[in-house]
């Protein structure tokens, strides 16, 4: 008899160590042999004060994935959670797992999800910035209990770059966001060290893991494009014949730390239309975020303070390979595409030329020594030939250093040459120094440099930044729209925290100042400025700054004593409404070559969001500017832009949107249906349109000026 007991006992060890059922319902039955963690601290907006709300997490592994489940109690009825796209949970109640995989802070990968199962993942920098355009493959289940909500998550090791081992320790950090009493909570699973600027470097936690097995990704994604579009002409809509496209990408590990992607007539149209900004009295070009999912993976290994690498300037490429590899001590990065459309960016000390070029082969080669707390040395170079005659290259070094535990130290220096086509793509012909800006041939070098020492600790952070670019400096793969300036700024601020029971939860106090000089030693800017940041009880958050402009210089003006006062205040107190209202009111330069002036400015915004139903969401926005003359109080411009999405999720992968926007600076109108099906970050198929409005008569009555209808079915297949 005692032999069976032994028997049974033995067997039913052997049946706890089996992998537990991936249901979305943790059962600490399922999980006995996991590895437990408790997230019990809360660093936002209390400082390491215990939790409200407990929740517990069980880590285990397979030969293949990584299982994480967490049971996170909360009371269900103030509980936030709705049906939403693929990253769009963070404002619901969610869970989420921190990897670092080398164990040095250079970076750690967040993978997470909402009560609805709904995805998250992000890529978290040492430097504390985070990139949620990141997106990696992993699947996530989630139930919804009496007392607690239950998420599960199974993540590839395939889908993770590290250095193989028999024996491996990630550190992991373990996050929740929640709310108490209308509050935002965030929560880990250690006490943070705000003396310390390196998040990822403070982690206590790590799994161990044995013997694993990272299978190579190989994996397809041919897309199908089509549509159709039409314009006015002779007061009819006509429209072109079908337009239609098709094209591959994909990726292949050539080991655990190496993988090489590849895009054959790629389609980088965006289903996230950028939204439209105010460019009234700006002189230089806009910039736009990367929302293209190709470019996506090893975006933090290239970006750097002087933008040397702006991946949307690679516009429309008929081929791309890119390879990334990570290693214990070293990160490198090798992009090259053959571009049929690339843009062509001047700076210019008080305005940017911008024209659409030509063809173009562009190459980016980035490598990074890392060191621990998220230190590191780099080397990078960007090139870019121009098919009708012409290029532009940059070399350079940049690094961060921390020591002394609270400082870190950064520097960055570049080195571009440039020979320009001969071409007409640049419409303006304006002197830099001694060359000027039409296409003719001419040849030009410059440098650019950075340098900044951060000090931060629980209460202070100071910081001191000095920043140039001489006259012909550009980046032709790169981001710079102004040059021939130096610029040195100075900031110190004190953070406190209050009692969490307390109205005030936070209070920030911040003082700065700015010089600027061009090459010529001209002064051409000069401010100070003091603000305060609060975080109120109710889920309020505000913010008031004072800048003072002592003087500015445009094209032989002088501004002086321009006072500038901004205001910004967002209410979130329960998960149907988010409000946010924020101004801006004082004196600006009026920006015109010809006439410069000093005007009175105004500017007032406001971006909501209304949750109607689970499913439905509807989130308008409305912005107006204006700048009027000081002394007849006449406009040199006044407009604003109405804009309203209206969101239905009829599950987690499958939803249709509508936009509509009305810009009364162009005096047009457009509304955008689109029906999306998207069940991972890479397949998607979506069919939409555009109607373009304006005034095409002198009825003044609005006509459709163009219309377009498209479509787009991307598959991913993984072999």
Not at 172 to 199: E, G, H, K
Not at 228 to 235: I, P, R, Y
Not at 430 to 454: H, M, P
Not at 648 to 661: A, D
Request: with cysteine.
């Amino acid at each position: 008899m005692r032999h069976l007991f032994l028997l049974l006992g033995s067997l039913y060890l052997t049946a706890q160590k089996t992998l537990p059922t991936f249901d979305g319902i943790v059962s600490e039955k399922e999980w006995v042999n996991a590895e437990k963690f408790k997230i019990n601290y809360e660093i936002e907006p209390g400082n390491n004060e215990p939790s409200t709300h407990e929740t517990e997490v069980f880590i285990t592994y397979s030969k293949t994935d990584l299982y994480v489940g967490f049971i996170a109690y909360a009371d269900m009825k103030k509980l936030r959670s709705s049906i939403r796209n693929r990253d769009e949970g963070y404002p619901d109640d969610n869970v989420m797992i921190g990897i670092d995989t080398y164990g040095d802070g250079r970076y750690m990968i967040s993978l997470g999800s909402n009560p609805e199962g709904n995805q998250l993942d992000l890529k978290f920098s040492s430097s504390g910035e985070t990139d949620i355009s990141y997106n990696v493959s992993f699947e996530s289940k989630a139930s919804k209990h009496k007392n607690s909500y239950h998420v599960e998550l199974k993540i590839p090791f395939a889908v993770l770059q590290f250095s193989k081992a028999d024996e491996m320790k990630w550190n992991v950090l373990l996050y929740r966001s929640t709310y108490t009493d209308a509050n935002n909570s965030q929560n880990i699973n250690f006490p943070i060290d705000l003396n310390n600027p390196c998040l990822p470097c403070q982690t206590k936690s790590n799994i161990t893991l044995k013997n694993i097995e990272s299978k190579n990704r190989v994996s397809l994604l041919p897309y199908v494009f089509g549509g159709l579009s039409g314009a006015q002409k002779n007061k009819n809509l006509s429209y072109e014949k079908p337009f239609g496209d098709v094209g591959l990408s994909g990726l292949f590990d050539l080991n655990n730390i190496t993988s090489l992607e590849y895009a054959i007539n790629p389609d980088f149209s965006q289903v996230e239309a950028d939204v439209s900004q105010i460019t009234a009295n700006n002189t230089f070009a806009v910039f736009f975020e990367e929302r293209r999912a190709y470019f996506n993976e090893g975006n933090d290994i290239i970006d750097t303070r002087l933008n040397t690498v702006y991946t949307r300037s690679i516009n429309k490429p008929i081929f791309s390979s890119k390879l990334i590899t990570q290693g214990e001590k070293q990160r490198i990065y090798w992009l090259a595409a053959y571009d049929e459309a690339s843009p062509y960016l001047i700076a210019g000390e008080n305005r940017s030329y911008f024209g659409k070029g030509g063809a173009s082969f562009s190459n980016v080669f980035r490598y990074q020594r890392t060191f621990d707390r998220g230190s590191n040395i780099g080397f990078l170079t960007t090139n870019r030939f121009f098919k009708e005659g012409g290029s532009g290259n940059t070399i350079g070094i940049d690094g961060i250093y921390r020591f002394i535990k609270s400082y870190t130290a950064s520097f960055e220096f570049n080195k571009s040459i440039t020979q320009e086509p001969i071409a007409n793509w640049i419409d303006e012909n304006e002197q830099i120094k001694d060359k000027n800006t039409q296409l003719d041939g001419e040849e030009s070098q410059g440098d650019a440099f950075y340098f900044s020492v951060q000090r931060n600790t629980k209460n202070w952070n100071s910081e001191i930044e000095y920043e140039q670019y001489s006259p012909h400096y550009q980046t032709p793969i790169g981001f710079v729209t102004q040059n021939s300036m130096r610029f040195l700024s100075g900031n110190h601020g004190y953070q406190h925290f209050f009692n969490k029971k307390n109205y005030v939860k936070q209070l920030g106090v911040y003082f700065g100042s700015e010089i600027r000089y061009n090459y010529e030693n001209l002064l051409k800017y000069q401010n100070i400025s003091m603000s305060i940041d609060l975080q109120l009880s109710g889920n309020i958050q505000t913010g008031i700054e004072y800048n003072f402009i002592i003087s500015e210089e445009f094209e032989g003006f002088n501004g002086t004593n321009m006072p500038d006062f901004e205001f910004f205040v967002s209410y979130n107190p329960s998960e149907k409404v988010s409000l946010r209202l924020f101004t801006n009111i004082g004196e600006s330069i009026v920006y015109d070559e010809e006439n410069p002036a000093t005007g009175n400015n105004m500017f007032i915004g406001t971006f909501n969001s209304f949750q109607v139903t689970p499913q439905l969401t509807i989130s308008p926005s409305f912005r107006y500017s204006q700048l009027k003359n000081k002394s007849d109080n006449s406009f040199y411009f006044r407009g604003y832009i109405a804009r309203t999405e209206i969101n239905y999720q009829f599950n987690n992968t499958l939803s249709f949107r509508l936009i509509g926007e009305f810009n009364d600076f162009d005096d047009n109108f457009f509304y955008q249906p689109l029906l999306k099906w998207n069940p991972n970050p890479f397949t998607i198929f979506y069919i939409g349109g555009t109607n373009g409005y304006s005034i095409l008569n002198t009825n003044n009555k609005y006509g459709i000026e163009k219309s377009q209808l498209y479509f787009k079915f991307q598959y991913q297949f993984d072999l």
